[in-house]
């Protein structure tokens, strides 16, 4: 058993219609979506192969249909009273499963994310990511630097800067030096900040096309930057957005 501390393991897509969101993602990436035991309340896995990489369940009334990730911390008790001293806002209080113990906040500019401590320790960090799986988890955000500074006091994180065509972008490691997530200035002000993980798939232009004829909508046409790879995004028939990248080299 290890843990990554920093290392997002798990994303969950919360909306007000589960079935129609696992029908388009089962179609769009060859996941295999089941029901699953989670304490009386409605939960559906989802299945990459064999691997169970995530979740989806009914959003509470009145929240946005939205992906949440869960970052892995040592103490999620410790990690939830910074959040909130930092300006985040408690969404779901600290709670034990037969799995671990996690809580929600959102983070002082609103995206959603999720405290995790598992019991069994963390996903392993794999040379290479499964086609399907999840290889990146991107905050789109207003104010760049607030989020910066949020998320390094919180986390412990330290961040690099890199050049994109849309601007400064900022990889933040965690203490151990892994890259695990990117934060970037939103294209448009106005835009509600949200994290956005991207899934790793063999043709970006293949799922591309396959967007709109299943009921999604193409959010960002894919393009290649160097050294990373070809990357698009996508919004699903209730409106959550979600990335996939067929990486320039394998990882």
């Avoid at 129609?20 to 979506?33: D, H, N, R, T």
């Avoid at 607030?146 to 601007?167: C, D, I, K, N, W």
């Avoid at 949200?194 to 293949?206: K, M, N």
Wanted: hydrophobic residues 45%; contains cysteine; negative net charge.
């Amino acid at each position: 058993m290890s843990h990554h501390y920093g290392k997002f393991n798990w994303f969950e897509h919360l909306s007000s219609q589960p079935a129609q969101a696992a029908e388009f993602l089962e179609a769009l990436f060859g996941w295999k979506v089941r029901n699953a035991d989670s304490g009386g309340q409605p939960y559906q896995l989802i299945h990459n192969g064999d691997a169970a990489i995530g979740g989806l369940r009914e959003a509470a009334p009145g929240t946005r249909c939205h992906w949440n990730g869960f970052v892995s911390v040592a103490d999620v008790d410790a990690s939830m009273r910074r959040a909130l001293d930092c300006g985040a806002r408690a969404v779901l209080a600290p709670a034990d499963s037969a799995d671990g113990r996690t809580a929600t906040v959102a983070d002082p500019a609103g995206a959603f994310l999720s405290l995790w401590h598992g019991v069994a320790g963390d996903r392993p960090d794999v040379e290479k990511v499964a086609v399907g799986d999840w290889y990146w988890n991107e905050l789109m955000t207003p104010d760049a630097k607030l989020a910066l500074a949020f998320y390094e006091t919180v986390f412990g994180y330290r961040h690099e800067l890199m050049q994109s065509p849309a601007g400064d972008y900022y990889v933040l490691k965690s203490a151990d030096g892994k890259p695990r997530a990117g934060v970037m200035r939103s294209a448009h002000p106005d835009a509600p900040s949200t994290w956005l993980p991207y899934v790793r798939v063999e043709d970006a232009d293949a799922i591309a096309a396959r967007i709109a004829p299943l009921g999604g909508k193409l959010m960002m046409a894919p393009f290649t930057v160097a050294g990373v790879g070809r990357l698009g995004a996508l919004f699903d028939p209730l409106g959550a957005a979600l990335g996939f990248i067929h990486p320039a080299v394998t990882a």
